[in-house]
């Protein structure tokens, strides 16, 4: 089976349904984990990144995408893992010890870094 990136279009959805979905996710989140899990914030509302991270996967010619994964740290903090997309539909990855092509990760967590209004 062939791999086919979505197209720009597929991906937009109305602010409406944005807030919506947030919504729900920000009153379900912590409802899925167990009790002694529950207040610690183990996952994140909403991660930022710099828009010079993305630059360096865009400015990779074989970049055709990017991919998000979850991850989780020692303190048990659920992360976005974003890699760059080859046309094939597989994940950009550096060898062992190229330091050219990024992971991206580090991004800031809300909470605590938080936008004055939520979407």
Same mark, same amino acid.
């Given at each position: 089976?062939?791999? $086919?990136?979505?197209?720009?279009?597929?991906?937009?959805?109305?602010?409406?349904? +944005? /807030?919506?979905?947030? +919504?729900?996710?920000?009153? &379900? !989140?912590? $409802?899925?984990?167990?009790?002694?899990? +529950?207040?610690?914030?183990?996952?994140? &509302?909403?991660?930022?990144? !710099?828009?010079? +991270?993305?630059?360096?996967?865009? !400015?990779?010619?074989?970049?055709?995408?990017?991919?998000?994964?979850? @991850?989780?740290?020692?303190?048990?903090?659920?992360? !976005?893992?974003?890699? @760059?997309?080859?046309? &094939? @539909?597989? =994940?950009?990855? #550096? #060898?062992?010890? =190229? =330091?050219?092509?990024?992971?991206?990760?580090?991004? /800031?967590?809300?909470?605590?870094?938080?936008?004055?209004?939520?979407?």
């Amino acid at each position: 089976m062939s791999y $086919t990136l979505p197209s720009a279009d597929s991906h937009y959805i109305t602010l409406s349904q +944005a /807030k919506e979905m947030t +919504a729900r996710f920000r009153s &379900n !989140s912590t $409802t899925v984990l167990k009790d002694d899990y +529950a207040t610690i914030d183990i996952i994140a &509302n909403s991660e930022t990144f !710099s828009i010079d +991270a993305f630059q360096s996967f865009i !400015s990779n010619p074989d970049c055709k995408g990017i991919r998000i994964y979850s @991850g989780m740290d020692t303190d048990l903090k659920v992360h !976005s893992i974003l890699v @760059g997309v080859d046309v &094939n @539909g597989e =994940d950009i990855l #550096p #060898p062992v010890d =190229d =330091d050219e092509i990024k992971i991206l990760e580090e991004g /800031k967590r809300c909470p605590p870094y938080c936008p004055l209004t939520l979407l």
